[in-house]
């Protein structure tokens, strides 16, 4: 191991003793400034040069052996040894900084992972109970039913067995187109029936019956009749108020048919609609009134309806049998 190299201190120059020689003759040298107070050394310091060294760092009076600057120079070069160290320390610590952003990357990638899982679980957990456990599962009660009044046509028992049929369906899969047909099958009277989901596991029906404009006169029966041509179920004391139908002709469109004469009983005035006893329709489509006086009223087709209805409601006051208003700007009465 190398021995460190003591800084050499320049000879004390005597003003006195020294002469310099010129070309003119001798004379006394120049007096030179004492550099050595001022002397630091600049280049940095081998650590290992003191590696052997026993010395004491907190002795500020420490003594190599030798004058107090050269202890100065020693604790200089001691100094720049712990600078190397902490220098050397460095790298540790930008090491230590990148296991931190790692674990801290690891952990944000935890945290997504656990974020997508959970949602993966939820939504599985929330799809099984809403379309496949028993809890959202449909069960019928009496209030279920709703948009029929107390005099309603619809015979509520029956709809209740078809509604009862549904039990144990899941709420939020369930088809009203299929219950639409059953229902029209078993209950004409109905015309629409819907479901209404009610939170949290409940649903309701809405129904809209049929409403009977007339009753198709068959022998001595008449049967009531939808605005749609539909035969239907009504207390035999209404039937005796709705206006009589002539039976239809089956080759024509029972649904047509029945919308070409409603719409000319439509047409009519309450007082015009109380005295006509029976309309009829032919397989020409077209329409005639029989008045519940006897008197017979030739409507035509069902075209021009309001003024036809104007004309019927000035003439049906005149003593004639036979009113014809087929085409309204020439009636003919007989």
Same mark, same amino acid.
């Given at each position: 191991m190398r021995t460190p190299r003591k800084p050499r201190k320049p000879m004390p120059l005597d003003p006195s003793a020294v002469v310099e020689r010129t070309s003119g003759g001798e004379t006394s040298a120049r007096d030179l400034p004492d550099y050595t107070q001022d002397y630091v050394p600049t280049a940095p310091v081998d650590p290992q040069d003191f590696a052997d060294l026993d010395i004491d760092e907190s002795d500020e009076s420490y003594n190599y052996g030798d004058t107090t600057e050269e202890a100065g120079y020693l604790e200089i070069s001691?100094?720049?040894? $712990?600078?190397?160290v902490d220098r050397a320390d460095e790298p540790i610590e930008l090491s230590q900084r990148r296991l931190e952003r790692r674990a801290e990357q690891r952990r944000i990638q935890f945290k997504r992972?656990?974020?997508?899982?959970?949602?993966?679980?939820?939504?599985? =957990?929330l799809i099984w109970l809403i379309f496949f456990s028993s809890i959202m599962t449909y069960s019928f009660q009496d209030t279920d039913i709703r948009g029929l009044s107390a005099e309603s046509i619809v015979d509520r028992a029956r709809l209740a067995d078809v509604l009862r049929a549904h039990n144990g369906e899941q709420i939020l899969l369930f088809d009203d187109q299929k219950l639409q047909a059953e229902v029209?099958?078993?209950?004409? #009277?109905? /015309? %629409?029936i819907s479901s209404e989901y009610q939170f949290?596991? %409940? @649903?309701?029906f809405n129904v809209v019956e049929r409403v009977a404009v007339a009753c198709v006169v068959s022998g001595e029966q008449c049967q009531a009749i939808a605005q749609d041509g539909t035969r239907i179920a009504v207390p035999q004391d209404r039937v005796a108020s709705l206006i009589k139908i002539g039976e239809l002709p089956e080759e024509l469109d029972q649904?047509? /048919?029945?919308d070409s004469m409603t719409t000319v009983l439509n047409s009519l005035n309450e007082?015009?609609? /109380?005295?006509?006893?029976?309309?009829s329709i032919d397989r020409n489509m077209l329409i005639s009134l029989t008045l519940s006086d006897g008197r017979n009223v =030739?409507?035509?087709?069902? #075209? $021009?309806? #309001?003024? %036809?209805?104007?004309? @019927?409601?000035?003439?049906?006051?005149q003593p004639v049998s036979r009113i014809d208003v087929s085409a309204p700007n020439a009636p003919v009465t007989s």
């Open positions: 001691v100094q720049n040894d $712990h600078d190397l992972f656990a974020i997508f899982s959970g949602s993966i679980i939820a939504s599985t =957990v029209s099958q078993v209950l004409p #009277e109905i /015309a %629409k949290p596991n %409940k @649903l309701v649904e047509i /048919a029945m007082a015009l609609r /109380a005295i006509v006893g029976q309309i =030739v409507w035509g087709q069902a #075209e $021009h309806n #309001e003024q %036809k209805a104007g004309i @019927l409601a000035v003439l049906v006051n």
